[in-house]
């Protein structure tokens, strides 16, 4: 969940938010928090992140599942398999009701069509029970060359499945065992392609948000407060440089804050002011912040936080290009900056 460039302020103690979330959906979160408002909130924002987190790596067992389970069903039936009687007389009652929503619902009676409609459920309840005769004692392990047992898959999706609607119908995931829940996730796409589960695990950012839950006392520490310098400065008129300010951080604002920096940043702007012999004759009083901030691309290159918020994220803010420093604020007061480090992120 992206950070915002404008700081919040919980205007009557969030009960503009509540009343639109609603007391029964904010309370579950109000109770766990132990009833310490300021730190529900920060629980309700954090299953948000981790509802996101979750989403890439789902969508993938849900695509790679359903078209690994499809391959199967062209060959052993053909491609039009959904109107193939010797399919249908396989289904249960439930699963055949799945079938025929997804095929009027379908754009087309094409199989990539139909596929992509069906849900998650119609595929994981393949692999119930009343399956395993005519779908699965002869080409489980064709599709899944790990030893496996249809009932453990059975157990597998269906924990995930759990997972993927709770996510879908916007309910609170804190109480699940997400970290379990990501390695059976991961290890299941693993049985299909390990190349897939590389990809996902490689971009996948569930374990960096996991680092990143709040406690009653703020988020996991460190955090944005501890690490920050107070020794800055906010600019709100368009001074020339030569009035700065001895600070180390120097941040110019006009409605909102538009851009941090530093001194040298100064000293780089002034000696691009030099002809090709080198010779620099400037009157520091003509030369607007403004124009430097322009001349250098400087506006934008900060990142808004609040102090409460674990420190663990900043490699992840800092990922951008763009942001060169974390703004570190108390609601609508800046209260120290964090400048970006000179390794990699």
Request: net charge neutral; glycine share 4%.
């Amino acid at each position: 969940m992206a950070q915002s460039q404008v700081p919040f302020t919980y205007l009557n103690d969030g009960k503009e938010l509540i009343n639109h979330l609603s007391d029964k959906r904010f309370g579950t979160y109000l109770q766990r928090a132990g009833f310490n408002k300021d730190y529900a909130f920060e629980l309700y924002l954090y299953n948000a992140r981790l509802a996101k987190a979750f989403l890439f790596p789902l969508q993938i067992l849900e695509v790679t599942v359903r078209n690994t389970i499809n391959e199967l069903l062209i060959h052993k039936f053909d491609e039009n398999y959904f109107f193939n009687q010797d399919f249908i007389d396989i289904l249960n009652e439930y699963s055949e009701g799945s079938l025929k929503k997804a095929i009027n619902r379908s754009k087309t009676n094409k199989n990539c069509d139909i596929v992509s409609t069906l849900t998650f459920d119609f595929w994981s309840n393949l692999f119930r029970d009343e399956y395993d005769r005519p779908l699965w004692q002869v080409n489980l392990h064709s599709i899944f060359p790990k030893h496996i047992s249809r009932k453990e898959i059975k157990t597998e999706l269906e924990s995930l499945n759990h997972l993927r609607n709770r996510i879908a119908h916007h309910e609170p995931i804190l109480d699940l065992n997400l970290s379990n829940l990501y390695s059976r996730l991961l290890n299941f796409i693993d049985m299909i392609s390990e190349d897939v589960r590389k990809w996902v695990q490689h971009y996948g950012t569930v374990n960096e948000m996991l680092r990143t839950k709040p406690s009653s006392k703020g988020g996991k520490g460190p955090l944005f407060q501890d690490r920050c310098d107070s020794n800055f400065h906010i600019i709100s008129e368009n001074l020339s440089i030569n009035q700065l300010p001895q600070k180390a951080f120097l941040l110019y604002k006009k409605d909102e804050i538009e851009s941090v920096f530093e001194k040298s940043d100064i000293a780089l702007y002034v000696l691009s002011l030099s002809n090709e012999n080198y010779e620099l004759i400037v009157d520091l009083n003509d030369i607007k912040i403004e124009d430097v901030l322009a001349s250098l691309g400087l506006k934008g290159n900060f990142q808004i936080c609040g102090r409460h918020e674990s420190f663990a994220i900043s490699n992840q803010l800092f990922k951008s290009e763009r942001v060169k420093f974390l703004v570190v604020c108390d609601k609508n007061d800046v209260i120290g900056i964090i400048k970006k480090s000179h390794r990699r992120y």
